[in-house]
């Protein structure tokens, strides 16, 4: 079974510019996950999705971040502008419903470093 | 809500060696709680979870944990530290009904020494 499939695996660029992830989930995974893990922090989500839904966006920072999940299956999340503390590792995760006890399938995450 | 403590960012163990790593929840329901593995440049990697069943589970790599809702917390351990042991541990906490977010420790890193 292919995990979590994101990209780019890394990306560099200036304060000001653009960028944009892309995640692919599990096959028949109903349920994806946009997180942002800073350096010697856990992860924090910033986006949930149910099918092509919006379950949970409360942390995302809407004046600069967007994601969306066209036909329920792959997503992208789009940072416009980046600031400097935007540099994390964004973690895209997948899991077959979203109760609380379901697990959680992680991808190798996008590591951004913003200059 | 819902809030992880992990205490000590860093923990260092001999190879076979006991491992504990501890974490305290907070939570205003009654919980889900979960350890996840992290290796470098890697996702992370589900190791056990406790779901209101025993209290004591048994995850994969021989490491174990212990829902202790006294106590309210959730050690993880291990009898006998390998040194591919050696990652990030991150502890999480969410709720058991509806579409709960995951809430995660800040991880504890485990070092591993020959």
């Known amino acids: 079974e292919a995990g979590v499939a994101q990209s780019p695996r890394y990306k560099i660029i200036e304060k000001r510019q653009s960028v944009a992830f892309w995640c692919n989930p599990i096959?028949?995974?109903?349920?994806l996950y946009w997180y942002q893990q800073i350096l010697g922090q856990g992860p924090k989500l910033l986006i949930q999705?149910?099918?092509?839904?919006?379950?949970?966006d409360s942390q995302l920072p809407k004046d600069r971040f967007s994601a969306e999940r066209l036909k329920g299956v792959d997503s992208t999340l789009k940072i416009q502008p980046a600031k400097l503390e935007d540099s994390a590792v964004y973690l895209c995760?997948?899991?077959?419903?979203?109760?609380?006890?379901?697990?959680?399938?992680f991808g190798p995450g996008t590591r951004l470093t913003v200059t | 809500a819902q809030s992880v403590t992990q205490l000590g960012s860093h923990v260092s163990v001999s190879e076979g060696a006991l491992v504990l790593l501890r974490c305290n929840y907070s939570?205003?329901?009654?919980?889900?709680l979960f350890w996840y593995v992290q290796y470098p440049n890697q996702g992370l990697q589900l190791l056990l979870k406790?779901?209101?069943?025993?209290?004591l589970v048994k995850g994969i790599n021989g490491f174990e944990a212990e829902f202790k809702k006294s106590e309210t917390s959730f050690h993880l351990t291990k009898p006998s530290a390998h040194m591919s042991d050696a990652a990030e541990y991150f502890c999480?906490?969410?709720?058991?009904?509806?579409?709960?977010?995951?809430?995660f420790g800040k991880g504890t890193m485990l070092l591993v020494s020959p």
């Open positions: 995760a997948s899991s077959l419903v979203g109760q609380g006890s379901t697990e959680q399938y």
């Open positions: 096959s028949g995974h109903a349920t």
């Open positions: 999705f149910q099918n092509n839904g919006v379950v949970d």
């Open positions: 939570s205003s329901v009654p919980p889900y």
């Open positions: 406790y779901t209101s069943a025993a209290t």
């Open positions: 999480a906490v969410t709720g058991n009904s509806g579409y709960s977010t995951l809430t």
